[in-house]
């Protein structure tokens, strides 16, 4: 399974982003889907994220009430909704999904990582 991210770029503070995120090939079914942010040097931080089944999305404290998260089932593609950007929300950005695939064998895919820069 392949992931293809998209939608990063530049953006003033206080500016908005949308990313996307494609899953492609075999999926019998997806239980997690996630965004993670990474500045170099750092760890990689789970910024939002959810269970298939598993109630409502989750955020990571810092982006609580600006980010969302959401997904079109039918084209296997997740969305990073991001309003009232700051320079602190400069990252790389990577989409995680977990499934299975036919056979019920589990897969845990990454996307490619898109920059997304904050500054005036």
Same mark, same amino acid.
């Given at each position: 399974v392949q992931l293809q991210a998209s939608g990063g770029?530049?953006?003033q503070p206080g500016g908005s982003l949308r990313l996307s995120c494609a899953a492609s090939g075999n999926i019998v079914s997806i239980n997690f %889907?996630?965004?993670?942010r990474q500045i170099p040097g750092k760890q990689r931080e789970l910024v939002a994220w959810f269970t298939i089944g598993g109630g409502t999305p989750k955020y990571a404290d810092s982006v609580k009430g600006r980010f969302?998260?959401?997904?079109?089932?039918?084209?296997?593609? %997740?969305?990073l909704q991001m309003n009232s950007l700051k320079p602190e929300d400069t990252a790389v950005y990577y989409c995680n999904v977990k499934g299975i695939t036919p056979g019920l064998?589990?897969?845990d895919s990454w996307g490619q990582g898109t920059q997304v820069t904050v500054s005036s």
């Amino acid at each position: 399974v392949q992931l293809q991210a998209s939608g990063g770029g530049l953006v003033q503070p206080g500016g908005s982003l949308r990313l996307s995120c494609a899953a492609s090939g075999n999926i019998v079914s997806i239980n997690f %889907m996630a965004w993670y942010r990474q500045i170099p040097g750092k760890q990689r931080e789970l910024v939002a994220w959810f269970t298939i089944g598993g109630g409502t999305p989750k955020y990571a404290d810092s982006v609580k009430g600006r980010f969302t998260i959401s997904r079109d089932n039918a084209k296997n593609t %997740m969305f990073l909704q991001m309003n009232s950007l700051k320079p602190e929300d400069t990252a790389v950005y990577y989409c995680n999904v977990k499934g299975i695939t036919p056979g019920l064998y589990p897969f845990d895919s990454w996307g490619q990582g898109t920059q997304v820069t904050v500054s005036s």
